[in-house]
């Protein structure tokens, strides 16, 4: 088994234990995911412009935790960062990157649970909370819920996964 077939596999178990709502809704999500964690978790825009690379980060604060997303971030993409910063969440990753320990300065001892969505995919964490997310968001696609516009439906046809064999990669 390759190292891709390994963080799928992981990655999905991680899937199966996860509260996913059907129909999909992420605020239902996010609302579930917090009660598991017994800590709120709040999606928000970010309102300053965020450092150059990075789309989302998600920050503790006493007794919730906030998901920022880039306030330009709508639909499937807005939901993809969130669903990222979901992902170390429940991945148990520790922050390591510069971006969190700036943030040390304001707020001491933030830096070990702080994560930033941004570009760098050769970081084991990165890869691991891009590929769960990209499950999520594979359920999230086939477990839409149904409209009567056609237009989101032709769409919904188009986007929503095909079934993979398992030998695929």
């Known amino acids: 088994m390759n190292n891709f ?3 799928h596999a992981a990655c999905s178990a991680y899937l199966r234990r996860l509260p996913l709502p ?3 809704d992420l605020d239902e999500f996010c609302r579930r995911i917090g009660a598991e964690r017994s800590r709120p978790l709040v999606v928000l825009p970010w309102e300053s412009a965020m450092p150059a690379g990075i789309t989302g980060t998600c920050m503790p604060y006493g007794d919730r935790d906030v998901i920022y997303h880039q306030p330009w971030a709508t639909g499937l ?6 669903l990222h910063e979901i992902a170390h969440l429940v991945c148990g990753h520790v922050a390591h990157d510069t971006l969190s320990s700036q943030f040390e300065m304001v707020q001491p001892g933030i830096h070990a649970r702080m994560f930033a969505r ?3 995919y050769g970081d084991e964490q990165e890869r691991e909370a891009e590929m769960l997310a990209s499950l999520m968001m594979e359920h999230a696609v086939t477990h839409a819920a149904r ?7 032709r769409l919904h046809a188009a986007l ?9 990669g």
């Open 5 to 7: 077939h390994r963080l």
């Open 22 to 24: 059907v129909p999909f």
């Open 77 to 82: 993409h807005r939901t993809q960062i969130v």
């Open 118 to 120: 941004h570009d760098n």
């Open 147 to 153: 409209t009567d516009d056609a237009l989101v439906a």
């Open 160 to 168: 929503a996964p095909t079934m993979r064999s398992a030998s695929r």
